[in-house]
């Protein structure tokens, strides 16, 4: 496509940042995993070991495969920024109930629907990406399949999958209608690069170029 989202400096450095994350997490994991395993095999004599052996054992597995969702999440996001732009859409978050985090839903006017996503990320991300008081988050992606979502300004991209269950989506959508979703006006929308306007501009005279030259074969 001409342009993606990746263009935007905020979203790139955010990206970055939650990678850089995601890389220091899976080594510090790796390293205590490693010193547990050292611990563990000390000389049977040395009986203090086997607590601190259980103890960096099991943080550094848990940090680790913590991490390395994270890397996942983390490639997800980029290949998805790299094949679309931000677009900004009406959201409100929907707690279900019980342990589960909250959902979001996000509506789009303009193609008459709306898809409710739930976020790939530990509780302090997720909080970052909820919606504010304008009820607004930036979207890149596929509601079917899963996307990108940040507060506007596109500086803390979260990974976001479809809700899965057909009861669990029009659940999450009723409850989403309730809080007002749908009596919301669209937003502007964002400009700058990174964003459907952005990209339309500038496949816009590649457009019109392409259409005249069709035109003209077919007369």
């Known amino acids: 496509m001409v342009g993606c989202a990746l263009d935007r400096e905020e979203t790139r450095q955010g990206l970055g940042r939650y990678r850089g994350q995601a890389v220091r997490g899976t080594t510090a994991g790796a390293v205590l995993t490693a010193l547990g395993l050292v611990f563990a095999l000390l000389p049977v004599e040395a009986s203090w070991s086997s607590e601190p052996a259980a103890g960096l054992g099991t943080t550094g597995l848990i940090l680790l495969a913590i991490s390395l969702s994270a890397l996942r999440n983390a490639g997800r996001i980029r290949r998805a920024l790299a ?10 978050a929907v707690v279900r109930g019980g342990m589960v985090p909250p959902s979001v839903v996000l509506g789009d ?54 809700v899965r269950g057909h009861h669990t989506r029009q659940r999450t959508l009723h409850l989403a209608a309730a809080a007002g979703l749908f009596d919301r006006p669209s937003p502007a929308q964002p400009q700058g690069p990174g964003t459907r306007d952005a990209a339309a501009r500038a496949a816009g005279p590649l457009d019109t170029d392409a259409e005249a030259g069709a035109g003209a074969g077919a007369g």
């Not at 094949?83 to 409100?92: K, L």
């Not at 607004?136 to 506007?152: I, K, M, S, T, Y």
Request: charged fraction near 20%; glycine fraction near 16%; proline fraction near 14%.
């Open 83 to 92: 094949a679309g732009a931000w677009s900004a859409h009406p959201a409100v």
């Open 109 to 162: 006017r303009a193609a008459g629907r709306a898809w409710p996503v739930d976020l790939a990320a530990s509780k302090h991300r997720y909080e970052r990406v909820l919606p504010g008081p304008d009820g607004v988050l930036w979207w890149c992606g596929d509601p079917d399949r899963g996307g990108v979502l940040a507060p506007p300004g596109g500086g803390d991209p979260v990974w976001a999958r479809p």
